[in-house]
Structure formats: C-alpha cells, structure tokens
C-alpha cells in the first residue's frame, strides 16, 4: 500500500476559500486537510508516484495558488527556499504556527520565474501611487515580459494609473482607456496617451496610427469578467503587431472560479494558442490570465 501524501498550497491571504473551491471544482483527487492563514494542506487521493505527482503538480495551472507542491516533513527551523540543481527540485517551508515549520518540495513552473514570488508580501506599500504599480510589475517579473521592447502597450482600465505608470518606466509608449481620471503623473507624461472613453465607445480612429504599434494588451476593468474579456476583445482584429494579452479576472464571490476555464477557451478561440492562470502576490479575489502565442489566422 502507497503511504499517505499530502498536498501543500500557497495561497494568498483571504483567498484560501477561493482556492479550496477551485481544487472542488475541478475535481483533483485531494481531501482538504489543514489551513491556516495563507497555507492550505490537502491529502492526496490519486494513483500516482510521488515522482508522476510531482510532474503532474508542476504542470497544472491553479489560478489561486502562488505555489503547489507535495509535503515532506515538520521540522524546528526553517528550510530557506532552495533549489536541488542536479534534480531541478525546489524545497520550501511555511511557519505555520510559530517555530513549527512545514517542508514541501516542488518541481519550478515551466516558462516563469516564481521564487521571489511564493512568499513575497503583497505589494500595497511603495513608490507607485496604487497597489496596481506592483501587480503589474509582479506580473511582468514573473513573466519575463521584454516591456522595453514593445513599442506601445495598451492598457484598458488604466485609471488611476498605477499600471501606465510602471510600464512608463521601461521607456515605452502607453495609450490608456479609462473613462475616469488619470493621475497627473500619467497626464504629464510625454509617453502617455489618454483616451478617456469607456472601452465600448473606442474606435479604430481613437487608437489612430498606433495601433500597428501595440503589441501588448493589458487589462484591468472593473467590470463583469465575461464583459471585460469580450469588450476587450473587440480590439484585437485591429491590432497586426499583437503578441501579448493579459487580463485580470474580478473574481468577488468564491463561485466566479466556475467560469475561469470558460474565458481561457473565449481566448483559444480568439487565436491564442498559449493560456495561463497566475496569482501574483497583490491579487485580492481576483486572478491573471495571460495569453500569448497569437495565432491571427485562428481568429
Ligand atoms: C482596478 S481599476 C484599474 C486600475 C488601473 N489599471 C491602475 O493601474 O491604476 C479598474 C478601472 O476600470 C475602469 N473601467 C470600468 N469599466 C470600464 C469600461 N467600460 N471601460 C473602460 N474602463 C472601465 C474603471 O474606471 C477603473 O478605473
């Protein structure tokens, strides 16, 4: 008989709910089984080898987990986060109730850099002037996005600017929809460009010449998911140069994650052969999909 195997799950805090039901809902075979602030424990239920878990862990896309992997052991002092370079392997540890620490080991995400992210603390304070500076800087660390090589980025909710801001900073150019105003800081930027309509009312002439240029979308409205996704992309058969979308997802009630698998297939559809779910470490009840891989022929 296999011994018994337990999952680990990090999490942001106030979204472990939202994790729980996302594991329910897409039926992976664990039994939940501890949770504290942060970390959630699971029991695993399957068939597979440790090795096949940790294989099949490290290729699942959860979109309220910053990190999943399979439980070690408890121990006194902390296991700073290292990886086993010969075996590809990263351990960790979570202090999950003080000077008892829980060991875990995972195999890195392909295709992104996520250590500094597992336990990094949410980004509310610093220098930009909304807690959106550090997502979207979050998400670009994360996804190694080349920002100063995209000639114009469109970002649609762009007020109150703490997003335009930081993509401001790489030196490139950044056209903001947002019916609302943005913050001087964007405005007396020689690089920023307002258009101050709801997306519903933007015209191919709003976007004028650059869009040719755009080959990045960002999105951040306050709107329904489905409703933003699909205003959103309205936009793309305009762009030619695009190569990367990504949308923050408003998920305020724990049965939102219903839809997520849904709005991941709206961007199949679109032509994007490449879709991903992220949780940064600023997310509140809300998560990132990314898409890439633009296939405009699809469309
Ligand atoms: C979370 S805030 C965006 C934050 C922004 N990205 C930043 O970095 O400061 C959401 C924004 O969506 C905008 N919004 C809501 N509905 C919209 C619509 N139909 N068209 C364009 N923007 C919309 C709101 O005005 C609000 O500024």
Known sequence: MQETRYIYAIVNIGNEAWF??????????WKFSFSTSGYL???????????ELLLELQNMD????RAIGVFQNKASAPHEQNIDEAVGMIFESFEVKPGEFWIGKRLPRPGVIDRNQVFAIAGDKGDGPSRTFHK????????????KS???ILELGSAPGGT???????????IGVD????????LKHPKFRHIKKPIQSVTREDLGQALKRIEFVSVDMNLMPS????????LVPWLPSLKHFMITLKTSRVEDIEYLQRYRTTLKKQGFLKTRYFQLPSHRHETLLYATDFKRDRA
Do not use: I
């Open 20 to 29: 729980k039901k996302e594991v329910q809902f897409k039926k992976w075979p």
């Open 41 to 51: 424990t699971f029991k695993y239920e399957g068939n597979l080898s440790e090795k």
């Open 62 to 65: 959860p979109s309220f987990a």
């Open 136 to 147: 979207a800087r979050e998400a670009v660390e994360l996804l190694g996005l080349p920002l």
């Open 150 to 152: 995209f000639p114009t």
């Open 164 to 174: 335009s801001l930081y993509f401001l900073e790489s030196g490139t150019e950044v």
């Open 179 to 186: 019916a609302a105003e943005m913050d001087q800081q964007c």
């Open 227 to 234: 409703r933003s996704l699909k205003e959103s992309l309205r």
